[in-house]
């Protein structure tokens, strides 16, 4: 699974690591915040996305998600959310990456656990985007951040019933904030699941600790992940030079045991 492991990097470091991308041969998952997407060089990205395709490296997505919620019945953010998702996914479609990540917006307690307020405006709010999506070739995911359970996810991913779209599992956020067991949480989600992102913590904070650094079973998460019928893209959700190293490292023995793993 080597060559569909990625690493996270902030787009506004892109200029300055893009060499050390092609010497590492280091796969990106790129992620930007709202207001950057209106000043991107747009030439820069046609370049990087030419170079590391020569070079066979995949590009994947981190799309905005500071304030925005695609399930909100708030027309205004409705509207701000759509624009920084479509300027998302034209990025991804300059940079010909593979795959985006979005966060789905919902909580269950701003939503009084009425999920169905959130599921109504997702059903409304998704199409568009993923009839762009499948014009560029992008497949696009959603992101466990604060779910409880899988049921929310599971429930839009069904409904909407596109192959464009897929679960991006956060196991960090999954062992911070869900009250699923693993195996529950795969038994309804891992059909849909494209996309995997691998860091860890003490269940106490989003630590974005390096892969075995903290509480997390990741023997029994590649258990999982090796039984899909389609295998995932990963990224390591490190944030910094030195835990990339320690997660890089710590990642390459469940790499390697497929065999005994699966």
């Not at 892969?211 to 079973?217: E, M």
């Not at 910094?240 to 320690?246: E, G, H, N, V």
Request: glycine fraction near 4%; charge should be negative.
């Amino acid at each position: 699974m080597h060559d569909k492991l990625h690493i996270h990097l902030p787009g506004r470091q892109l200029k300055k690591r893009l060499k050390w991308l092609l010497k590492n041969r280091f796969q990106p998952e790129i992620a930007w915040q709202g207001e950057e997407l209106d000043s991107l060089d747009l030439n820069f990205l046609q370049t990087v996305g030419d170079t590391l395709g020569a070079e066979g490296l995949d590009i994947t997505i981190h799309a905005p998600f500071f304030d925005l919620n695609p399930g909100s019945h708030d027309p205004d953010i409705e509207a701000i959310t759509r624009k920084r998702f479509n300027q998302t996914l034209d990025v991804a479609d300059t940079l010909r990456a593979s795959l985006i990540v979005f966060h789905p917006g919902y909580d269950r307690w701003r939503y009084d656990r009425k999920p169905n307020l959130w599921h109504e405006q997702s059903l409304l709010f998704w199409p568009p985007l993923l009839k762009r999506a499948e014009q560029i070739g992008c497949r696009m995911t959603l992101e466990n951040i604060y779910e409880e359970h899988p049921r929310t996810l599971a429930d839009l991913l069904d409904a909407l019933d596109s192959p464009w779209l897929g679960h991006c599992f956060d196991v960090g956020h999954w062992n911070l904030f869900c009250k699923t067991p693993l195996d529950n949480w795969f038994e309804l989600l891992g059909r849909h699941t494209r996309h995997i992102h691998l860091h860890d913590n003490r269940g106490t904070a989003d630590d974005h600790l390096p892969v075995d650094q903290g509480q997390i079973d990741f023997t029994a998460l590649f258990r999982h992940i090796y039984a899909l019928q389609n295998p995932p893209s990963l990224t390591l959700e490190a944030h910094s030079a030195r835990d990339l190293k320690k997660s890089l490292s710590a990642v390459q023995p469940y790499l390697q045991k497929r065999h005994e793993l699966s």
